[in-house]
Structures are given as C-alpha cells and as structure tokens.
C-alpha cells in the first residue's frame, strides 16, 4: 500500500491534526482573516493532509518539505490520472499554506516558488444565448402559470420560475439563492440585500420580473404546508432548512430539457455567467459587475474580458474617426 492511500496515517501524534499544527494555523488565519467558506476550509485541510501523507511516505514532512518533494508530489498526482484543473487546485492550497509559513516565518523560503507550468488555466465560463435564456424563463412563466397541475406540482413550478428568474436577474451564487431569508418578501424597493462569501453583505437588484416571480411563489407557498425552515424563502425537508444546490440543478437542467436546451449546456453557474456577460454585452462597467457578483477581486471577474473585447473592437471599429464606418 502506498504513502497516498494511507492518507492520514502519516505519523501524526494522536490529538494532532495529520497536516501538522502549522496547518491549522493557516486555515485558522483563511477563516478569520479571509473569511474563507467552511466548505473552502474543508477542502483546504484535504489537499493538505494528502500532501503530508505522501510526504511523510517520503521521509519528510510538509513543513519542511523543499522544491524537488512538492515537485514529486504533483507528479505523482499526475500519475495517479488526476486531472489538470484538480492538480492546480493542491498546488494552489501549497502555494499559499508556503506563502504562509514564510510571512509569519516559519520558513525561511517557499519550496513552491520555482515550481513553474502548474498554475490552473482559467477556462471561459460558459455562455448561453440572450435567446436561450428567453426561452427558459418562457417555458418557467408558463409552467408556473398552468392551473391545471396539482397543488404540489404548481408549487414546484412557480418555485423553479421564481429562482430561475432571481439567478438569471441577480446572478447570485447558487449558494445565495437557496438560503435567501424569507426577510428578502420585505423589501420595499426593487433590490434586496445577499449575504456571500466570508459573511459579506451587498445589496442587489433583482427587477420587477424577479421580483414579481419571488412573491407569487410566497403566495402559492402561505396556502400549502411545506416542510423545512421558515427563516428561508425557499424551504424545504433538508439537513439546511432550505432547499439543496443539488435540487435547484436537477430541477433547472430537466427544465432546460423541456425547452429544448441541452441539459449539458446549463446548470446554476452557466445562469450566473450569462447574468455577467450580457450585462457586459450591453455595456456595463467591469466593476460594476464585479460588485455585483460578489467578488472582492477583479481579477475573478476579468474571466469575462472576452466580452469586453468584442464590445471594444466593435466601440473603435464603429467609432473611431479613422475608422471606415466613421469616415462614411
């Protein structure tokens, strides 16, 4: 049995974490200083512990670990057929636990520095058509609309109407949309307030259509008994109160089907791309957007700079006094 598939016996002293102290120092400063998600903490103390399991195989450790250990870790990653997105996400955690250890100097260097080529490349998020997305709310409109469906099945349409609508006006994480406290029904204006990441409040804009879809759900909703937390606006009989992430996109992905869209080309995120980009499409400011989705780097949103270049290309082309169409 090799080092990796004993991930967790790797010497630890019972009562210690198997990453070593200084790891749970650094998820410590993610969560307090960051504000990292339990969720993003969790997977941080994985990748950790899986490289302190191989390293301990190895006759080191991962606070002592040099350049060449890390290399052979990822490599061995490699061999295992991990694929290429997964493996920059453990050199990422490396990078910055190292990062880490240097800044409160614990170590005098970082081991990942010279490792060059394994940075994760950022892919373009996929994009549906202004018309795509027309077509979903349509056939959500119209389902939810249908008086002939039983009182549990009206409910489940009006209810997908309501978030397809809230995520594709918002472009909320799926996350946000599902856990909306019921106190969103209290808004007086056209915007509600979304608490994200790292506990970090924005207010957003949802529109009349959203909006109007949010409360006639909460109307169809008062008449029937439903099952799950009332602190939620959209409950349900699950371990959070509200309902899954895992629901939303089975749901969202049959109605998809329905409106003769590829289930492959949409899930909750694919909504969330489609709010940033045709936003960007019609002319909004990148930070703008940025605020909007709750990123507190630009960098995350510049992902849709290809956007932005068309729409560039297209401002010189069409209006620049050099330009042929200027000169015409």
Known sequence: MSGRSRKGASGAVKGQPAAGLEAEAFLEMMAVERGAAENTLD??????EDASSHLAARGTSLKQADTEAIRGYVAALAGE???ESSRARRLSALRQFYRFLYVEGHRGDDPTGPIEGARKKRPLPKVM???DVDRLLDLAAAEAGDETLSPAARLRAVRLAALVELLYATGLRVSE???LPRSVLRATGQAIIVRGKGG??????????AGDAMRRFAEVARGLKREGDDRFLFPAASEAGHLTRQAFARDLKALAARAGIPAAKISPHVLRHAFASHL?????DLRAVQELLGHSDISTTQIYTHVLDERLIRLVTDHHPLSPASRD
């Open 81 to 83: 057929g991990l694929a």
């Open 177 to 179: 949309l599902v856990a």
């Open 129 to 131: 058509s202004e018309e």
């Open 43 to 48: 997977a941080y103390r994985r990748d950790l």
């Open 280 to 284: 960007l499409k019609h002319g909004a």
């Open 200 to 209: 970090k409040e924005r207010m957003v804009p949802i529109g009349e259509a």
